[in-house]
């Protein structure tokens, strides 16, 4: 069974940094738009950031733009999620996803088919 392993959350500052990484279990990830996602309770899962197979990245939330970069490595099956000025309302668990095509993104979470975990981000003001 594919698998995906977030990792990286924590407490911060606001003002703070956090790198959030996603490790797959096979390299078929990698043939896949990876999108980043969060979720506070009582709330729906809320797109944050999409990156190509290619390593473009294709799309970010507007709440997020300019302080949030996502990326990947395909040698290590890894994508991350950087974090800067980070804001209490960024508080949430995070979660990374694939897309369920091999070709096209989406910033839709139904539009994905495995998901990890979760990490919490937790931003003290």
């Known amino acids: 069974q594919a698998q995906l392993v977030e990792s990286g959350g924590g407490l911060v500052q606001a003002g703070g940094s956090l790198r959030l990484s996603c490790v797959g279990s096979e390299s078929t990830f990698n043939l896949y738009a990876m999108g980043w996602f969060r979720q506070v309770p009582g709330k729906e899962r809320e797109f944050v950031a999409v990156v190509g197979w290619n390593g473009d990245s294709l799309s970010y939330a507007h709440s997020v733009q300019g302080r949030f970069t996502v990326s990947r490595d395909k040698a290590k099956n890894t994508v991350y999620l950087q974090m800067i000025n980070l804001k209490p309302e960024d508080t949430a668990v995070y979660y990374c996803?694939?897309?369920?095509?091999?070709?096209?993104?989406?910033?839709?979470?139904?539009?994905?088919?495995?998901w990890g975990q979760g990490t919490q981000v937790t931003v003290s003001s």
């Open positions: 996803g694939r897309y369920r095509w091999n070709t096209g993104w989406s910033t839709t979470s139904d539009e994905y088919d495995y």
